[in-house]
C-alpha cells in the first residue's frame, strides 16, 4: 500500500478532540482537476435531476448548477444507455467552457458503472444495489456461505474497480441506511454498523487490488443513524489504518425549512466533529438551490480553522473519553423539574421582551391564537413553553400554560407570581434570601468556572447554558461531560444568540449547533436568540424544527422525500406539495415520497408510509415496508394514501 497519513490513533479511535475544533485529517483524492480531502476545502456536490438521455437539458442544468457553488456535478446512470451518454455530456460541457467534474450514479448495473467509469471523474456504487440484493428477505448464512456470497460479490465487482485503476477514475463507496442488502441486514440488522461493514467490505476489495482512489459516504434519512454510522466508519478505518475522505448527506431531507434543518443537523453534527471533506445537501427543490446551503455550512468551518478559541484550563475530551456512547442514542439521565427533564419532551423557551407586550396577538407567532371574543387563547401544536420577558411587564394576562420567565430583581417585586419564575446568574441564586418553590433558572456561560456541587441536589433548578466561544457547542458539550462525569442531574435548556445571522445563516448555524447536542441526548430544552429582523415565527419553528430533525420532539407531520434524479417518474416536487397540502395536520406520521424505487422501500424503512413511483404515471404505496397497492394511477393515488391512513385509525380530522 501506498504511504497514507492517518490521525493517530487513541486507545482505538481517531482522536480528535471535542472540545475545540480540528479536522480529520484524510487522504487527497483528485477528482479531475479538482482535489479532496487532506487540506482542501469542503467541497460542494449536488445531482442533476434531468433525464440523461436529454444531453442539452442536463448540460444546462449542470451549468446553473456550477454557477450557484456546485463543484462536483453527479448525474445518474441508471443503464448503459446513460452512462455511454454522459460523453455527450462531458463534451457538451467543455465546449461551452465548462471542466466540471462528472460523477456517475450507479446501483444496480455493473455494465453501466464499467462503461461510465472511462468516461466521468467520479462513479458511484452503492453496495446494497451493487451486485447484491433487496428482497427484504431473512437469511440464515454459515461462515463459509457467508464468505461464498463475498466472492461472488469481489468477481462482479473487481473489473470496475480495474478500469477505474487503468482510467484514474475515483469511485464513491456510497452506503445508504435504506438500501443494505439483505445478506447484511441478515447478519448484522438495520443498523449504523450494518452500514459501516457493507462499505468496508467493498473498500478491502478495493485495497486488494491496490486501489485506493476512494470516497466513502454513510447516508440516511435519520440523522441519529447517519451520525452514529459516519462516526462508526471512521473509527472502523482508523483500526484498520484508513482515512479515506468523507461525503456527507441527509438522504431524503425534504423540502424549505425541514430541509435545511434537518440537513444542517445531521452534516453539521458531523462538521462539529471535524469530519467531512464533501457536502452533499438533498432538497426536493431545483439542485442550483443546494450548493449555496451546503456552501454556507462548509464557509463556516474555513473560518473556524483559521480562529482559535482554546481555552487551556478545559479538558481535552475525544470520542473515546466520553462519558456516553456516541454511537447510539440515549438521552442524558435528569430529574424533572416543572415538566423540563427527565422524561419530558425538551422545551422550547423564547426571548419576548421586546415584543409588543400590550398586544396579545403577538403570540400567535409562538402557537398561541388568542380570540378576543372568547378572551382566550388556541394553542397550536407548535407552541413554546416558555416566554423570557427579561425586565418588561405585560399588559394582559398570558395562557395559563405559558410560564413567563423574568430577571431575578424584577421577579422578586412582582406582585402575583403564579406561572413566574426567576431567571438568574449563578452568584445570584447563591446569595439570594428568597428563591422559586417551583423553578429557578440559573445562567452559566459553559466556559464560566462554577463549582457545580453547589447545585447538584438542588430540585429545583434547571440550568440555562449558553456560550459565546467560537467554537460554542464543543464548549457546551464539554460543560455537559462535567455534568455527566460529576453526576449531576439538573436539566439543561441550551442557549445560543445570533445577533448578525439573516433567516437562511440562522436556521442552519442553529441546527447545527443544538442539534448535535440533542443528536447524542444532551439537552432539555432550546432558547435561541436571533435579530429582531429575523421574527419571532422563525424562531419558534426553527427550534421545534431542530428538535423535530433529531426525533426528540414531534410536532408536526415528517416527509421523507427525495431530491429527485433523472430515474425520478413524476413531479417530486409538486407531488410534495400536493401531499403535504391535504397531510401535514397529522402530528407525528412519517411520510416518504419517493421518485424511484431505487430510494423507495428501504429508504423509506422509518417511514409510516410510502408513496412510490414505478412507473410513468404510476404511484406503488406502501405501509412501512409493506406493499399496499401495486401500480396505483397517480390522479388516485394520493386519495388512495389517504384511505390507507384512514383504515389504520390515524387520520385526524380538521375542525
Known amino acids: 500500500m501506498e504511504e497514507v497519513f492517518v490521525q493517530k490513533e487513541l486507545n482505538g479511535g481517531y482522536c480528535n478532540s471535542l472540545t475545540q475544533y480540528s479536522r480529520f485529517l484524510t487522504r487527497e483524492v483528485n477528482i479531475g482537476d479538482v482535489p479532496m480531502g487532506g487540506l482542501n476545502p469542503i467541497r460542494i456536490q449536488s445531482m442533476t435531476t434531468t433525464d440523461t438521455m436529454d444531453t442539452i437539458g442536463t448540460v ?55 462503461s461510465a467509469a472511462r468516461i466521468v471523474e467520479k462513479v458511484r456504487v452503492n453496495p ?18 457467508y464468505q461464498a456470497e463475498l466472492d461472488r460479490i469481489y468477481k462482479k465487482f473487481i473489473p470496475l474497480v480495474k478500469i477505474c485503476k487503468e482510467y484514474g477514475t475515483a469511485m464513491r463507496i456510497g452506503t445508504n441506511h435504506g438500501s443494505l442488502s439483505d445478506r447484511i441486514m441478515s447478519h448484522y440488522g438495520d443498523t449504523p454498523r450494518g ?94 438551490f443546494e450548493a449555496p ?81 372568547l378572551d382566550k387563547y388556541n394553542m397550536a401544536d407548535q407552541a413554546c413553553d416558555l416566554v423570557y420577558l427579561g425586565d418588561a411587564l405585560p399588559s394582559f394576562s398570558f395562557p395559563g400554560n405559558l410560564k413567563q420567565i423574568y430577571n431575578y430583581q424584577t421577579w422578586l417585586n412582582l406582585k402575583d407570581k403564579n406561572n413566574c419564575h426567576p431567571l438568574m446568574s449563578y452568584a445570584e441564586y447563591h446569595a439570594a434570601v428568597v428563591k422559586d418553590a417551583q423553578l429557578n433558572l440559573v445562567h452559566i456561560d459553559a466556559n464560566e468556572a ?21 467554537h460554542g457547542m464543543a464548549a457546551q458539550r464539554a460543560f455537559f461531560v462535567r455534568l455527566l462525569n460529576d453526576k449531576i442531574q439538573l436539566p439543561v435548556i441550551i442557549k445560543r444568540t445570533y445577533p448578525d445571522l439573516n433567516a437562511d445563516n440562522l436556521m442552519l448555524y442553529a441546527a447545527t449547533d443544538l442539534g448535535a447536542l440533542f443528536t447524542d441526548g444532551l439537552g432539555d430544552g432550546t432558547w435561541i436568540s436571533a435579530a429582531e429582523n429575523v421574527g419571532l415565527a422563525l424562531v419558534n419553528s426553527t427550534s421545534f424544527g431542530i428538535l423535530q430533525a433529531t426525533r426528540t420532539r414531534i ?40 421518485g424511484c424505487i431505487v430510494n423507495g ?52 380530522y380538521v375542525s
Open 60 to 114: 444546462e442544468q449542470t451549468i446553473r448548477m456550477v454557477n450557484s457553488g456546485c463543484e462536483y456535478v453527479r448525474i445518474t446512470a441508471p443503464s448503459i444507455k446513460e452512462a455511454e451518454n454522459l460523453a455527450n455530456i462531458k463534451k457538451e460541457l467543455r465546449y461551452r467552457g465548462y471542466n466540471v467534474p462528472l460523477v456517475a450514479d450507479i446501483h444496480f448495473t455493473p455494465n453501466a458503472a464499467e
Open 128 to 145: 446494497g444495489n451493487y451486485a447484491d440484493k433487496k428482497k427484504f428477505e431473512s437469511i440464515e448464512y454459515t461462515q463459509h456461505a
Open 195 to 288: 452500514m459501516v461493514e457493507s462499505a468496508m467490505e467493498f473498500i478491502r476489495m478495493c485495497e486488494d487490488q491496490n486501489y485506493y482512489n476512494l470516497v466513502i459516504s454513510m447516508k440516511a434519512s435519520n440523522t441519529q443513524v447517519m451520525v452514529q454510522a459516519y462516526r462508526l466508519l471512521v473509527e472502523t478505518m482508523v483500526k484498520e489504518g484508513m482515512n479515506y475522505p468523507l461525503h456527507l448527506g441527509v438522504t431524503e431531507a425534504g423540502d424549505g425549512e425541514d430541509g435545511r434543518i434537518k440537513s444542517a443537523v445531521g452534516i453539521g453534527t458531523l462538521l462539529e466533529d471535524g469530519l467531512g471533506d464533501t457536502i452533499r445537501v438533498s432538497l426536493t427543490e431545483d439542485p442550483e
Open 293 to 373: 446551503v451546503a456552501k454556507a455550512m462548509a464557509l463556516r468551518y474555513e473560518k473556524r480553522a483559521l480562529t482559535s478559541d482554546v481555552n487551556p484550563d478545559r479538558e481535552q475530551i475525544t470520542i473515546k473519553n466520553l462519558p456516553y456512547q456516541p454511537y447510539e442514542y440515549n438521552r442524558r439521565i435528569t430529574a424533572p423539574v416543572q415538566h423540563i427533564g427527565g422524561h419530558e419532551h425538551p422545551i422550547v423557551m423564547l426571548d419576548v421582551s421586546k415584543e409588543n407586550l400590550k398586544d396579545p396577538y403577538f403570540l400567535t407567532a409562538v402557537g398561541y391564537k388568542y380570540s378576543a371574543g
Open 450 to 470: 462554577v463549582d457545580l456541587s453547589r447545585l447538584k441536589d438542588k430540585d429545583n433548578v434547571v440550568l440555562v447554558l449558553e456560550t459565546f466561544a467560537e
Open 555 to 594: 410536532s408536526k407531520t415528517e416527509y421523507i422525500s427525495c431530491p429527485s434524479c433523472g430515474r425520478t417518474l413524476f413531479d417530486l416536487q409538486e407531488t410534495t406539495q400536493l401531499i403535504r397540502s391535504r397531510t401535514d395536520h397529522l402530528k407525528g406520521i412519517k411520510i416518504g415520497i419517493m
Open 601 to 652: 422501500p428501504g429508504e423509506m424503512a422509518d417511514a409510516d408510509y410510502g408513496y412510490v413511483g414505478t412507473g410513468p404515471g404510476k404511484i406503488t404505496l406502501y405501509r412501512g415496508k409493506e406493499v399496499v397497492k401495486k401500480n396505483v394511477n397517480a390522479d388516485r393515488a394520493l386519495d388512495d394514501l389517504i384511505d390507507l391512513i384512514k383504515e389504520d385509525g390515524k387520520w385526524v
